[in-house]
């Protein structure tokens, strides 16, 4: 059983249950008509599968999400032993425990090995700074709805993102892609923390990332 599913399952109480899936990342019928998740969730099995060759589009290597978490890092580790099924609905602890993951979320390790790498990758817009020229700052998110509908990934599943000039015609949740050299930069915005940055040499809309 996956990290997310375990944990969930240890829930038995509604009013636990629903505050603590709010915090992990959503399912992919979450995602809107005809844009794919852009990678599964933190902590979904997967069958174990060789890796292809990461596609490179005009010197940008296409990079996915999951290659943004260390391997070794493991999201739940404090909460290993819990048993949920024993809080009751308004338990001071249950609150204690998404307090702390909230916590361990926001300042989730880096990967040192993609630092100064030229990537492209696919995501979700919510937008930090506007003006009528377009967008000009916003955090690069793995799934939709993500620091709007619900709350945010963790920081190492979020990028800051300064476009070289303000993104045209890009609204919140507009799924992109990014061209840029990433850099490992801590980012405190109201929308959440951001463990990464972009200085986007290109944002444009979401494609088969096979094109």
């Not at 899936?21 to 852009?38: C, H, K």
């Not at 099924?85 to 993951?101: E, H, I, N, T, Y």
């Not at 630092?115 to 377009?134: A, M, N, Q, Y």
């Not at 892609?177 to 444009?204: C, F, N, P």
């Amino acid at each position: 059983m996956s990290k997310r599913r375990s944990l969930l399952a240890a829930a038995s109480c509604a009013a636990l249950l629903a505050p603590l899936a709010a915090l992990l990342p959503g399912p992919a019928w979450a995602q809107p008509s005809g844009v794919p998740l852009m990678n599964p969730p933190l902590g979904a099995a997967s069958a174990p599968a060789a890796k292809p060759a990461a596609p490179v589009v005009n010197g940008f290597t296409t990079m996915n999400w999951d290659a943004l978490v260390p391997a070794d890092w493991d999201p739940f580790k404090e909460f290993r032993g819990t048993d949920l099924a024993a809080l009751s609905d308004g338990d001071p602890r249950a609150q204690q425990m998404l307090k702390q993951l909230r916590e361990v979320w926001d300042n989730a390790p880096t990967n040192p090995a993609m630092v100064g790498r030229k990537v492209r990758i696919p995501g979700f817009v919510v937008p930090l700074e506007d003006s009528k020229d377009g967008l000009k700052e916003f955090l690069l998110v793995p799934y939709f709805g993500a620091c709007i509908h619900s709350p945010p990934p963790p920081a190492n599943q979020i990028i800051h993102v300064l476009p070289s000039t303000p993104a045209k015609n890009v609204r919140s949740m507009d799924a992109v892609w990014i061209h840029g050299v990433l850099k490992v930069e801590r980012t405190d915005s109201y929308m959440g923390a951001a463990g990464y940055r972009i200085e986007a040499q290109e944002v444009l809309p979401y494609q088969d990332r096979r094109r």
